[in-house]
């Protein structure tokens, strides 16, 4: 399929996540707007204040975008997941070139027209709205269109924590290895950047006085949005079989109950999926027994599957309120992965074969396997893996891709990967049993079992119904052959009736 087909067939899509991407800027800038403004003036009134505002506002500016938004998910009230936490962060994004625009355009009209103003007998507010910010009109809008720009860029990431938008296909994308998907979020989002300054450009020339009332209107408009009913909340990790499983979650519940479902789909990661399930954010998820286990309950590992779903089980229950349903029926175990022309050519079975390779190779692992109570160090120490330089930190989708071009030449991935078939990949073997089993169970707060009781018994419905070898053929379908997750989903629910 061509990139224009593919843009074709998937029209509706991109255009839904293109209005929600339009409507998180909207919202963000028109907030940005009522802050910075009376900033920007309160500044020209106060000097003293100007310096520790445009401070504070520069160092808002300098932290990066991903940071921004793991700070903000456990605070109260302004965190979270979804269309708040994004709106919050671009909202200081914004803020730096809104207040200084502001202030350096009042602040830069000529003294002489000021005591004109004054002789004239008006009085300070008079003198601001009918003389400085007539004036200064040109260098505020300059500052507002800078903003959208950057907030239209920075609402890419914010798919990373819920909030949807064209992000979404980005990193759906890199999970796929898929320029096409990658692309079609890529392109609209550039699109809007450009059209957003073009039209701010125009709105500036031509309907400067409907500026104000055309925010208010807008505002009126996009705050309700926000608003959420009863309805059940899936939410997933940002890697592909995440996103199939939280499809697929989503579709039972819809097939075999009435409650409504939202989707908030390629999360960041394992604790940003657990902090929003923990604070109510999102309502059910599929986890990992092991990833529980160890990363969020800090448990030390274990090699008994039944040991430990019964020890997450009862920790999660106790703890935090969150119910382990019944095992999909696969473990998707952390699988150490080389190319297959290696594996061949060097006779590699299991990872201790692997380990008197590692002084001449170059490692790739995804964040999170670095930093886990199961992950990197704890490999290294046990296989003695020793390569010549620290290994190369990236995204969990990009390894795959820099493994098969040969930018790396060890990787952590997961078992039932669809991309270790698609790239010539192969798996070597744990031979020592170093990584704990990871049974794929979904997760639903004990509040949403109480409410509604028959999305349980939905979930009850898929224990044991996924084998390896069914989730590595979804996998492949969606990395390999580049199907729609939904329709992927849909066949599978349908030939397991």
């Not at 843009?7 to 028109?30: D, P, Q």
């Not at 506002?57 to 109260?76: E, K």
């Not at 009332?213 to 309805?231: E, H, N, Q, T």
């Not at 620290?390 to 990009?398: A, F, N």
């Amino acid at each position: 399929m061509s990139f224009f087909d593919f843009m074709w067939t998937r029209r509706s899509e991109i255009l839904l996540l293109t209005l929600e991407h339009l409507e998180i800027v909207g919202i963000s800038i028109l907030a940005a707007c009522a802050i910075g403004l009376p900033l920007g003036i309160l500044m020209t009134r106060r000097p003293a204040i100007s310096r520790p505002v445009l401070a504070v506002a520069n160092i808002l500016q300098t932290i990066p975008s991903l940071a921004l938004f793991g700070f903000l998910i456990p605070l109260p009230l302004i965190g979270g997941i979804g269309t708040r936490t994004a709106v919050v962060a671009l909202v200081l994004y914004s803020l730096l070139p809104i207040i200084r625009n502001t202030f350096t355009g009042i602040s830069a009209v000529d003294p002489a027209i000021r005591e004109a103003g004054r002789a004239m007998g008006m009085t300070d507010g008079q003198l601001l709205w009918n003389v400085e910010i007539p004036l200064a009109l040109g260098v505020i809008f300059a500052g507002i269109r800078v903003a959208t720009v950057i907030a239209v860029g920075v609402a890419t990431i914010a798919a990373a924590v819920g909030a949807g938008g064209l992000g979404t296909f980005i990193f759906r994308g890199v999970s796929m290895v898929d320029s096409r998907t990658i692309l079609a979020g890529a392109i609209p989002a550039a699109a809007l950047a450009l059209i957003a300054d073009f039209g701010l450009g125009a709105l500036q020339k031509r309907f400067t006085r409907l500026l104000s009332l055309v925010c208010v209107i807008g505002l009126a408009m996009l705050v309700p949005s926000c608003s959420s009913g009863d309805k059940i909340v899936v939410g997933s990790k940002n890697f592909t079989e995440q996103v199939i499983l939280g499809e697929l979650v989503a579709q039972q519940i819809e097939r075999r109950t009435s409650v409504p479902v939202e989707r908030k789909l390629n999360l960041g990661g394992t604790l940003i999926c657990h902090e929003a399930l923990t604070a109510g954010q999102i309502d059910t998820y599929v986890e990992y027994t092991g990833t529980g286990l160890t990363a969020i309950l800090k448990e030390p590992p274990s090699n008994d599957p039944m040991r430990v779903l019964e020890t997450v089980r009862g920790l999660y229950k106790s703890r935090l309120g969150i119910e382990w349903t019944e095992p999909l029926g696969f473990n998707n175990t952390f699988a150490i992965i080389v190319r297959k022309a290696d594996a061949e050519a060097f006779k590699l079975k299991t990872i201790s074969d692997a380990a008197s390779q590692t002084a001449k190779w170059t490692a790739g692992f995804g964040y999170e396997f670095m930093e886990r109570e199961d992950g990197y160090a704890g490999l290294a120490k046990i296989y003695n893996l020793r390569f010549p330089g620290q290994p190369r930190v990236m995204d969990l989708g990009l390894t795959y891709k820099a493994v098969a071009e040969r930018k790396v030449d060890l990787i952590a991935g997961n078992s039932t990967d669809g991309l270790i078939d698609a790239l010539g990949l192969a798996v070597l073997e744990d031979d020592k049993r170093y990584f704990p089993p990871y049974d794929a169970v979904p997760l639903v707060r004990d509040a949403i079992v109480m409410k509604h009781p028959e999305v349980r018994e939905a979930l009850r419905e898929l224990g044991g119904k996924i084998t390896a070898d069914q989730m590595r053929r979804m996998n492949y379908a969606v990395d390999g052959e580049h199907k729609d997750v939904k329709e992927v989903v849909k066949q599978f629910l349908e030939s397991v009736k």
